[in-house]
């Protein structure tokens, strides 16, 4: 179990450090039933991955529903000791690995409802509503 803790780790860090910068101000180029990026600012909101995550399930991101405007950046910051990420079930968002004390931001222009989660936590779960 050990040797699996540690691959996994490794893995995980290999990857973050391959990926580049962690932080991104623009998202893929969504579909259009996903949220936009823009380079330009507007309202921010923001979005925590407390101590303890890992565990919390479907009450992993605090907020783990949140409604904005359209133009609002959302900024999710990594206060966990682990790494995490934001990604969108729909094509909208990835993150890639954000590493304890990073941040991951992306503007979103289309209202919806956008569900995401974690990829290396799957049960970890959020909403963002987009008016």
Same mark, same amino acid.
């Not at 823009?38 to 909101?45: E, I, K, P």
């Not at 995550?53 to 907020?63: C, G, I, K, R, V």
């Not at 206060?79 to 990835?94: L, N, Q, R, Y």
């Given at each position: 179990?050990?040797?699996?803790?540690?691959?996994?780790?490794?893995?995980?860090?290999?990857?973050?450090?391959?990926?580049?910068?962690?932080?991104?101000?623009?998202?893929?180029?969504?579909?259009?039933?996903?949220?936009?990026?823009?380079?330009?600012?507007?309202?921010?909101?923001?979005?925590?991955?407390?101590?303890?995550?890992?565990?919390?399930?479907?009450?992993?991101?605090?907020?783990?529903?949140?409604?904005?405007?359209?133009?609002?950046?959302?900024?999710?910051?990594?206060?966990?000791?682990?790494?995490?990420? @934001?990604?969108?079930?729909?094509?909208?968002?990835?993150?890639?690995?954000?590493?304890?004390?990073?941040?991951?931001?992306? @503007?979103?222009?289309?209202?919806?409802?956008?569900?995401?989660?974690?990829?290396?936590?799957?049960?970890?779960?959020?909403?963002?509503?987009?008016?």
């Amino acid at each position: 179990m050990y040797s699996l803790r540690l691959a996994f780790t490794l893995g995980v860090l290999v990857s973050a450090a391959t990926c580049g910068s962690i932080y991104s101000s623009t998202a893929p180029s969504p579909t259009p039933a996903s949220p936009s990026p823009t380079a330009t600012g507007g309202a921010s909101s923001s979005v925590s991955i407390p101590t303890g995550a890992a565990t919390l399930d479907a009450a992993a991101f605090m907020p783990d529903a949140l409604t904005v405007p359209a133009g609002t950046t959302v900024t999710w910051t990594n206060t966990h000791s682990v790494p995490h990420t @934001s990604t969108s079930d729909a094509k909208g968002w990835d993150s890639g690995i954000v590493a304890p004390g990073q941040k991951y931001s992306v @503007s979103l222009q289309t209202p919806g409802t956008f569900s995401y989660h974690c990829t290396v936590h799957p049960g970890m779960i959020g909403t963002v509503v987009v008016q």
